[in-house]
């Protein structure tokens, strides 16, 4: 009973992979992948721009707007 299950499971984790990767990677559907993803200049000045906002009150933080986490900057030893 427990190796259908784990067989299911596993079975269930190759068939969202296959999909994923015709869908999103092969583009089946069309499409491209945007400039803000690819573009590493856009990308740069777009950090640029993230830490040039004032901060009014804690530490200096690095924002990344991708995955929304925000990470607390150690001070760079110049």
Request: hydrophobic content about 40%; some cysteine; glycine content about 6%.
């Amino acid at each position: 009973m427990a190796a259908k299950i784990i067989g299911a499971v596993l079975a269930s984790f190759a068939v969202a992979y296959a999909c994923d990767t015709i869908i999103s990677d092969k583009k089946i559907f069309g499409g491209s992948t945007p400039g803000t993803v690819s573009n590493k200049e856009w990308w740069e000045e777009t950090d640029k721009k993230f830490q040039a906002w004032p901060r009014t009150a804690g530490p200096p933080v690095v924002m990344n707007p991708i995955s929304r986490q925000n990470f607390i900057v150690k001070p760079s030893e110049s």
